[in-house]
């Protein structure tokens, strides 16, 4: 059975994750990390600005590579916790988040109906 998921962060560090077909979480964040599964459906959601798309999830790893810029500046890794994403749809422009999409954390459990909303 698919799971659906939000994946949360800066544009900034979005751009990155697009270009690069990967999304990383911290260590507050592996339990849930951890229920991720290949075939899950994840919506990307940018800090202030919107969901910006949608992918499915191709496979997980941990990763000791510093790849967003705040890593890259740091010079260590933050979110090593690593998601392969085969992104299906970028929004033209990013969309309203929806009543129940939950931001919190990098990574948070989305319901379908919340994520066929998105769709629409």
């Known amino acids: 059975m698919v799971s659906y998921w939000t994946l949360s962060g800066t544009l ?3 751009m990155v994750a697009l270009e690069k077909g990967v999304w990383g979480v911290s260590e507050r964040a592996k339990g849930l ?3 991720v599964q290949t075939g ?3 919506a990307f959601y940018a800090t202030g600005a919107g969901v910006i798309g949608y992918g499915t999830v191709e496979s997980k790893f941990e990763s000791s590579e510093p790849l ?3 890593e890259r500046e740091e010079g260590k890794v933050i979110w090593p916790y690593r998601i392969k994403i085969r992104v299906e749809k970028v929004f ?3 969309k309203p988040r929806p009543k129940g999409m939950l ?3 990098a990574i948070n459990k989305l319901g379908e109906e919340v994520f066929n909303e998105l769709l629409r």
Do not use: G, R
Request: aromatic fraction near 22%.
């Open 92 to 94: 033209e422009k990013p």
């Open 103 to 105: 931001v919190a954390f």
């Open 12 to 14: 900034e560090n979005w």
């Open 68 to 70: 967003w810029p705040k």
């Open 40 to 42: 899950d459906i994840a």
């Open 33 to 35: 990390w951890a229920k």
